[in-house]
């Protein structure tokens, strides 16, 4: 804690968080004694008792009361007998035995707590032979009564203390772990008064009673402890196991272990029923709307982020995954507006401080990329520089690095865009966006040979990633290495073939080897890949004129003029392809 109070939130102890006292001071009156049931009696057990799991006591009317009224009675009246009688007396031959031991008719007389086999006094005490004295050995005492019971209230009541919400404010309603060490005290407590009992009564009937009473107690427990070490074996098991007591957290975290698991409807079931008993929770909005995000139900998952950041505004990481979702569906005003919001959100007094840091300098980078993408590369190196100075510590700046070192590649500011890209390198000697940067500004540079080297690392450092190949081959074709830059385009497009970016850039220089028929082909998936891009379809168009497929090329030049009448090139290239067909005395729409 330092020097500041315990920092939790308010569904973690209600109690804590009530405007009402009458609630706080008869709720936390209460918990003591819900705490001491759980000793005598652990039937029911849970790993979270939080939320609603003990309910407040908002009225003297709650007959919980009655339970907080015996407890602090019975602790009085046991104070009050206690300070009354600090020793114990009892008679031995008619004289008064006090606090242990007394000499009677020349006799001692041993307390219950001393008590030994009288028969074994040969062994241990000392004897007198012929008027001296040997010392054979000296007996070991047991511990008096008093100390035992004073030991186990010590261990009862001081570890329990900082819990009672006494001096300060805890992070919870009851803890089971709290009871661990107050669990050896009562233990304790009851051995000695179980042996009190044992040692009191004289009829052997009541003293078998006892015994047995004593081991059946033991053997329940023990039942209870194997009985819950079983839903200890795994968190579903834990988990599952506290659903009873408090539903929420239970069904949440049960959620969470779903989805470890790749159980993903099983998973969002128990989101939704967390959900059902707690509506507000939003973590566990949050986590929902990350699940249908990953399962690309994307206006679901906007709809839950929405809620989350609606419970709680300063939910950094519902913003974050908000405005990625806009970017990627090309809302790109929402998406700067949300990463915006994001960004200006204060960290003081949050839950989770770091993880809240990390999301925010994710947003700024997010933002930077947007700005980057519309060619606002001023704006965007303004944002990486804020995003720079809040990272922190643990996050990883690589990517960020070398965003920086991209932006300022455009605005022709080459040393300082080497200077980011190796510091990329040096943050992940492994980063490859950054060896493909990199390399691309030193063969700009002239120094073609190191350029060449980075492109070869990055193809070792991830073989399966198109990407890769793609930049190499496009190198390549700057060397004029044609049969080599198209062997990287063909294998980047087969590796990548869903990556519209690498398929399309793969066709391109595949024409520019002059390899017309295979830069068809994959012109032909680009087309597929977006049917609605005019540039993929004015390509396919032209490859198509090329290739002598002259009916074909026309419909996709009619297609891509329907998506951009005013494209000057396709517009031109139409024209000319209509005047070889009249030529050849084929149709046209045209005509």
Same mark, same amino acid.
């Given at each position: ?47 979270? @008792?939080?939320?609603?799991? =003990?309910?407040?006591?908002?009225? =003297? ?35 008064? =035995? ?74 919870? =309603? ?80 049960? /959620? ?73 569906? /090309? ?88 200077? @980011? ?156 392809? @209509? ?13």
């Amino acid at each position: 804690m330092g020097n500041k109070p315990p920092s939790f939130s308010n569904s973690d102890n209600p109690a804590a968080d009530s405007d009402s006292l009458l609630t706080r001071t008869l709720t936390f009156f209460y918990l003591p004694t819900k705490n001491l049931w759980l000793l005598l009696c652990p039937d029911t057990l849970s790993f979270d @008792w939080s939320m609603d799991a =003990v309910p407040l006591l908002k009225t =003297v009317c709650d007959w919980r009361n009655l339970h907080t009224v015996a407890f602090y009675t019975g602790l009085l009246l046991l104070a009050y007998y206690g300070l009354k009688s600090p020793s114990v007396d009892r008679e031995c031959n008619g004289k008064t =035995v006090t606090n242990g031991k007394q000499n009677a008719n020349g006799h001692s007389c041993l307390s219950d707590v001393e008590y030994q086999n009288s028969e074994t006094k040969s062994s241990f005490a000392s004897k007198v032979e012929n008027g001296i004295k040997n010392d054979v050995s000296q007996r070991t005492q047991l511990p008096s009564t008093e100390n035992i019971v004073v030991l186990s209230l010590s261990l009862l009541i001081i570890p329990f203390v900082p819990a009672t919400n006494l001096f300060f404010y805890v992070g919870f =309603v009851i803890a089971e772990r709290v009871l661990y060490i107050p669990s050896m005290g009562f233990c304790l407590l009851i051995t000695v008064g179980a042996r009190a009992l044992y040692v009191k009564v004289q009829k052997r009937f009541l003293k078998s009673l006892i015994f047995y009473a004593t081991a059946t107690l033991i053997v329940f427990y023990g039942l209870k402890t194997a009985i819950r070490n079983g839903d200890w074996q795994n968190e579903e098991m834990l988990y599952r196991s506290g659903i009873k007591v408090n539903p929420a957290k239970a069904w949440g975290n049960l /959620g969470n272990v779903l989805k470890s698991q790749s159980k993903i409807s099983e998973a969002e079931s128990a989101y939704r029923n967390a959900l059902y008993y707690r509506s507000n929770m939003a973590d566990m909005l949050y986590n929902l709307g990350l699940l249908l995000q990953e399962n690309s139900r994307f206006a679901e998952a906007l709809h839950y982020y929405k809620l989350a950041i609606g419970s709680r505004p300063t939910l950094a990481s519902a913003y974050l995954n908000t405005g990625i979702i806009l970017m990627n569906q /090309g809302r790109t005003e929402e998406a700067r507006r949300t990463f915006l919001k994001c960004s200006e959100i204060p960290d003081e007094n949050l839950k989770g401080p770091h993880a809240h840091k990390s999301s925010v300098t994710s947003c700024l980078y997010n933002l930077g990329k947007l700005y980057h993408e519309q060619g606002h590369y001023e704006e965007a190196l303004s944002v990486y520089k804020e995003a720079i100075q809040k990272m922190p510590r643990q996050f990883a700046p690589q990517s960020l690095y070398n965003m920086m070192g991209e932006a300022y590649m455009r605005l022709s500011k080459l040393p300082e865009a080497e200077h @980011w890209y190796m510091e990329s390198l040096r943050s992940k000697t492994d980063h490859i966006p950054a060896h493909l940067t990199y390399g691309k500004l030193l063969a700009l540079t002239g120094r073609k040979s190191e350029a060449e080297k980075l492109f070869l690392k990055a193809i070792e450092l991830d073989p399966t990633k198109g990407n890769c190949y793609m930049h190499y081959g496009q190198f390549l074709l700057e060397e004029a290495r044609l049969i080599e830059a198209a062997e990287m385009a063909k294998k980047a497009a087969e590796l990548d073939s869903t990556e519209f970016d690498v398929v399309f850039n793969a066709a391109h220089m595949l024409r520019q080897a002059s390899l017309n028929e295979a830069a068809e082909k994959y012109y032909d998936l680009a087309a597929r890949l977006r049917p609605n891009y005019p540039a993929a379809l004015m390509n396919l168009g032209a490859i198509l004129h090329l290739n002598g497929r002259l009916q074909k090329a026309e419909a996709n030049y009619l297609r891509a003029l329907q998506l951009k009448p005013d494209d000057v090139i396709t517009q031109s290239n139409l024209r000319k392809l @209509w005047n070889i067909m009249e030529k050849q005395g084929l149709k046209t729409s045209k005509t």
